[in-house]
């Protein structure tokens, strides 16, 4: 089972996966759990809020020594068991105290406990029964009818405002509601409270008619009042504002564990990413590190391997070419000091023509010779010019000294350099002015009457464009013409010289400087414009 795990990261994301959805799926049921316990305490609060609520209330406006009595009746009318207290002498919490201190209701379940502060004073009512019933409905009802009974019609709904209702909406009807039997309105005139069931929503309502005042004789009695109570709420839904927060919490916390998942799966996939770019720039040494014998673990030695290879195989073909080219130089220089010693022999025309045309193809040789070493020197060098020693190079001068090399080979071109402002650019002197001579040379192959050479120093980098007025190069031909040894098909011709190296040891100069060289046609002159684009880098410290 372990290997199967090492040896397949998709299986592994899956298998964490499925563990954050049971870790979600376990903190889901925590907080539906922890909600209902706080619902269950809400309507607990809610459905005592009305009874206690009344008996703080007419406890606070009722003098100390007749409390005692007071809380006799309560009890007996409600079946409570009632005490009143300092609040400073109950053991209550700080949490306890700070929620007493607010108005609202302690409740404790089995068996109910119930306390509550008077208003605006210093004791706590506490209130003990076994559990809720119909007893305690009744009761709580009848309890506020009475205390109804003893206010004027007019300040009654006040009062009620004064309460906190709870479960308990409370209205005042000046008439019965329509649907009563005559049962239950013989059970309202009798002083009972009646319990008035909604079938369409299942919920609870308590009728109870205010006793009528005791007024003198000589006073109408007041018109008759019923006290509704309900209809009752049973709490079993959850709250908007509990839902959301769970819902939300749960999307955050689902979201996390896919992130730091998918997350360490990217990480080591940018890692492959940023090897393969740096090797395709030139910085074979780069290798991936292995964490793990999985998938991206093994596709990770796979690159290694493939990294080492091409190294190996690189390496190997640049130290042939170094070897080759030096071998020849030794052959060449044997050929060229024989040819020497045979025109020094002779005196007849036709023999020294025949030797002087042996030399100049010994001097093309030589010449490929060194294009070849180039070539292979700068393949070996580090890209970005980690290796390269630079120096300030002021770019006029060393376009005009390129001018002043090539002009006497191309005496009927004009190689002119436009008007600018001086640049100087912080490079590798020698290998950049090889760059512009290889391409000036080029371009000198292929022009007609002229060459012009323009620097434009922008903010970034150094633009240097060389454009001729020849043939120009077709755009399917652009991208092959940097490659070794490839040239247009009609430049084999022995006259046009060059060997294909040229614009491949541009290239190389050009990565070497972390720049590249482009190739499109001249605006003005209308043949090839090659641009040499040479980032600008800090001075060393």
Known sequence: MRRVLSNGSFLRFYLLLGIALLVVFIIALAGRSFIEQVRREDYREQLAALPMSLMTQQLAATPVEQRHALIERFSEQLDLQLTLQPINEAELGYFERSRLEQGKILVAESPWLLQQRLPSGTWLLQARLGDWSEHQW??????????????????????????????????????????????????LASGNVITKLVSDKLSITLLYQVPSQQLPSEQLPSESQWLQAGPLSRGDTLPLNLHLPLLVGLMIVLSLIIYLIMRSIEARMARLELAATRIA??????????????????????????????????????????????????????????????????????????????????AELDELVDEILTYARLGGETVNGAELETALVECRGMAERVIDTLSPLHKGLTLTLAHGPEIELLAEPRYLQRAVQNLVGNACRHAKSQVVIQL???????????????????????????????????????SSGGYGLGLSIVQKIMAGHGGSVTIDTSPTLGGARFTLLVPRRDPPV
């Open 281 to 362: 720039s030139g910085r074979l040494e780069t290798r991936v590190k292995v964490e793990s014998g999985d998938f991206l673990g093994r596709l990770g030695m796979a690159f290694n391997g493939m990294a080492n290879q091409v190294q190996s195989l690189l390496r190997g073909q640049q130290e042939m070419i170094r070897a080759v080219s030096h071998e020849l130089r030794t052959p060449v220089a044997r050929i060229r000091f024989a040819v020497q010693m045979v025109e020094d022999m002779t005196d007849q025309p036709a023999i020294r023509r025949q030797l002087q045309g042996i030399d100049a193809d010994i």
């Open 138 to 187: 009744h009761g709580s009802i009848e309890l506020l009818g009475e205390w109804l009974a003893a206010t004027p019609a007019e300040e009654r709904d006040a009062r009620i405002a004064q309460l906190r209702q709870g479960s308990w909406p409370l209205q005042l009807l000046s008439s019965l509601p329509v649907g009563l039997t005559a049962q239950q309105q013989a059970q």
């Open 456 to 494: 434009w120093d922008e903010p970034n980098l150094v633009r240097i464009d060389v454009e001729d007025d020849g043939p120009g190069i077709p755009p399917e031909a652009r991208a092959d013409i940097f490659k070794p040894f490839a040239r247009l098909d009609d430049s084999r011709a022995r």
